[in-house]
């Protein structure tokens, strides 16, 4: 059974100096660390790809099952992670909860990354 990921606050983007600017600290390593592992996924990879792609927007769990050939239940657990790294934001409405990609959640991962990524 895979490890669950550390309780840390992870709500908001990830903000620290890019690793290309030298050592960083436990803590902002620790931060990173924690939102690569939550979308190191091959499920979670489809999942936000799909989420940012041409159909771009909010979808349901079964909206996303159908499209990625997964279960409902195999997408809530992989959302939870998501929503819980804060990559993904989840809103019951009715019977159903939408699912969208917090675009300024992965920008930052990807600054944090490379500083020259999206320049």
């Known amino acids: 059974m895979p490890k669950a ?7 908001a983007p990830v903000c620290c100096a890019p690793v290309a600017a030298g050592p960083v600290s436990d803590d902002d390593a620790l931060q990173i660390a ?6 190191a996924d091959p499920a979670r990879v489809k999942i936000v790809s ?4 041409a159909n771009a927007g909010e979808k349901t769990s079964g909206e996303l099952a159908a499209k990625l050939d997964l279960n409902e239940s195999t997408i809530s657990h992989h959302i939870g992670q998501l929503r819980r790294a804060g ?3 989840s809103e019951r409405r009715g ?5 969208r990609v917090r675009p300024e959640a992965l920008q930052a991962l990807c600054v ?3 500083p020259n990524c999206c320049t």
């Open 5 to 11: 990921l550390p309780v840390i606050d992870m709500s």
């Open 34 to 39: 924690m939102r690569l592992k939550a979308i």
């Open 50 to 53: 799909f989420l940012f792609g």
């Open 87 to 89: 990559l993904v934001l």
């Open 95 to 99: 019977m159903n909860v939408f699912h």
């Open 112 to 114: 944090v990354l490379d």
